[in-house]
């Protein structure tokens, strides 16, 4: 890996990415989990007796904590996922701020699928024209599916985004 290649914005961005998602997603979720069990252990607990007979070991009270959090931070997960509104709101900001749902996404998309229905569009049209099968208004629609397909080809946008509340 030479210089120029570590001074490429891209790779910067995808680092910082990358950064991002591993230190918010791991070392600060395993740091703030150990905090606070410390934290309520060591300024809640030792400080109320009669907890400080149920708990006198910082050990137990992790255990028990994390046998009784770990399956109630999934059933919190679960309702916000699948019982809420919440998270359908996150992903209609995710598909409002994404490109890619206005472009093809690279790879095989924009390099084999999407070419190939715009070869399958020509040829039908080419075969509904030679029966005369085709009016002017369906004349029309395919040849406005054949300029989006192009567009998307050839690395543009279609569509129009949904307006950001």
């Not at 919440?86 to 749902?101: C, H, R, T």
């Not at 569009?121 to 395919?142: A, F, G, Y």
């Amino acid at each position: 890996m030479n210089l120029r290649s570590l001074a490429n914005p891209r790779l910067i961005y995808r680092a910082w990415y990358y950064f991002r998602l591993g230190y918010s997603t791991y070392l600060t979720f395993l740091l703030g989990y150990v905090s606070t069990l410390i934290t309520v252990y060591y300024l809640a607990i030792k400080n109320m007796p009669t907890l400080l007979d149920l708990f006198p070991h910082f050990v137990p009270f992790a255990v028990l904590a994390t046998v009784v959090g770990a399956p109630l931070a999934v059933a919190i997960g679960w309702v916000h996922m699948k019982r809420s509104l919440l998270f359908s709101s996150e992903q209609d900001i995710s598909v409002e701020a994404n490109p890619y749902n206005y472009k093809l996404i690279p790879g095989y998309f924009k390099e084999v699928v999407y070419p190939l229905y715009r070869e399958l569009l020509v040829q039908q049209t080419k075969i509904l024209e030679s029966q005369r099968l085709l009016d002017d208004e369906e004349r029309s629609r395919i040849e406005d599916l054949r300029r989006k397909l192009e567009i998307l080809i050839q690395g543009g946008s279609v569509g129009s985004q949904r307006a950001k509340l």
